[in-house]
């Protein structure tokens, strides 16, 4: 069952549209990421479903019930944002319990939940604090418990990570997603960082200039992009997308396509001395492997091979990749071929 539907939505500020006609479902106990570069609409759309701005056109659903009319707090969702929204004032017990305080709920089930909530988040210790004496990441446990005391069906979160460090981001990510499935939360989760759509969501929908690119799951978007943006957005790093022209007959484009432009993982592509000749530019050394950024004629192909390379520029090697690697894109359309 669809626990969010989106039908057709549609956000208009003044004369410029921001969202344009999108349309997708979020089924029960799954986590959707809305992915997408800056100003790509997916804040947008986040705001739209918990109701914080009103849609242009089009109609939003949520457990069966059209809520497009409704205010945030007749929507049964809980949202998590950027900043935590915490209240500096306020203990953590206040900050979690604050909604259910609002909203009456009966002492003794706010006092069940709230318990329910610190002993899953592991922050009992931290509920005389106020939020100037927590960490970054304490701050961000603080904000999930007041979602989870909530028993919404709906969990919206805006970017809950950015503000964190690259090691607590990879920490938070693996709890927030565990946290989800344990819970059976439906989640719907916006990020502008590929690494966190591909390790947490079920479902990712990827935005551009107020469009959806493609929808699918993780391994999907990597394994078939359907267009040269959705190609070169998921991937780190991104993927190669080349004029073929001078490549030989071993690369050929599909039939009846000559102007095609052909893509190729970096991962994909090898050091091999029958292969395309080609002029290092840079090598980085990654630990585990080495980016070599290379010149073929004058376009650039970058190469992740396993090591350390011992290639510096100006060096000439043969880079090659299987036939099975390709992927080919019309060059007028950015569409995929196959």
């Known amino acids: 069952m669809a626990a969010i539907e989106l039908h057709d939505v ?35 759309t986040l705001r739209l479903i918990a109701g914080l701005d009103q849609v242009s056109t089009g109609r ?27 209240f500096p004032h306020m203990t953590v017990r206040d900050n979690i319990l604050f909604g259910l305080q609002v909203r009456k709920v009966p002492v003794a089930e706010r006092e069940a939940r709230l318990k329910r909530a610190v002993d899953v ?14 960490s970054g990441g304490q701050q961000q446990r603080v904000a999930l418990g007041r979602a989870i005391v909530a028993q919404t069906p709906v969990c919206l979160m805006d970017e809950p990570l950015s503000n964190l460090d690259a090691q607590l981001r990879g920490e938070m990510r693996r709890e927030i997603r565990s946290l989800q499935q344990r819970l059976g939360m439906t989640m719907v989760y916006v990020t502008h960082d590929q690494v966190e759509a591909m390790t947490m969501a079920d479902q990712v929908v ?24 959705a190609a070169r957005f998921i991937g780190t790093p991104p993927m190669n997308v080349l004029q073929p022209a001078n490549f030989g007959p071993a690369i050929a484009p599909p039939s009846g ?9 970096p991962e994909h592509v090898r050091v091999d001395p029958a292969g395309i000749a080609a002029e290092v530019a840079a090598v980085e050394y990654l630990g585990a492997d080495s980016l070599i950024d290379a010149r073929l004629g004058s376009q650039n192909m970058l190469a992740k091979v396993v090591g350390k390379i011992s290639a510096k520029p100006g060096d000439r090697l043969g880079l090659a990749w299987d036939q099975k690697d390709c992927h080919w894109f019309d060059a007028k359309t950015g569409e995929r071929l196959q």
């Open 257 to 265: 396509n000559t102007d095609a432009m052909l893509g190729v993982r």
């Open 206 to 229: 990827l935005m551009n200039a107020g469009n959806i690119e493609q929808m699918g799951p993780p391994d999907e978007l990597y394994a078939r992009p359907r267009t040269v943006f």
């Open 60 to 86: 939003i659903d949520i457990a069966g019930r059209d809520v497009t009319e409704l205010p945030p707090s007749k929507r049964s969702v809980a949202m998590v944002f950027q900043s935590y929204a915490l």
């Open 10 to 44: 549609s956000k208009d500020w003044g004369p410029t549209r921001v969202l344009n006609s999108i349309s997708f479902n979020v089924d029960s106990g799954k986590l959707v990421v809305l992915l997408g570069p800056s100003g790509c609409g997916k804040s947008t």
């Open 121 to 134: 988040l592991g922050i009992g210790h931290l509920l005389d604090r106020k939020p100037s004496q927590l």
